[in-house]
């Protein structure tokens, strides 16, 4: 967890969206995510593609989750 402390909340907010939404038409993360809701994400290069677009938003939840607990304990 003191890795996910170092990383500043607004890089985690850019690279989300940035990665969220690059290559712009259609969004890559969401063409990813219906090629797995229609079973058609079986690749490896494909899984690991939507892995590492949707990794800046997984940090960014559990950082955000991290903040909350730090903030209740004060």
Do not use: C, Y
């Amino acid at each position: 967890m003191k890795i996910l402390d170092k990383i500043s909340l607004h890089t985690l907010i850019v690279a989300t969206i940035f990665l969220g939404i690059l290559p712009f038409s259609p969004p890559h993360s969401v063409e990813k995510i219906g090629m797995l809701m229609a079973g058609e994400l079986t690749e490896w290069i494909d899984i690991g593609d939507l892995a590492f677009h949707l990794s800046p938003a997984v940090l960014l939840v559990l950082k955000l989750i991290r903040l909350n607990k730090q903030n209740k304990a004060e």
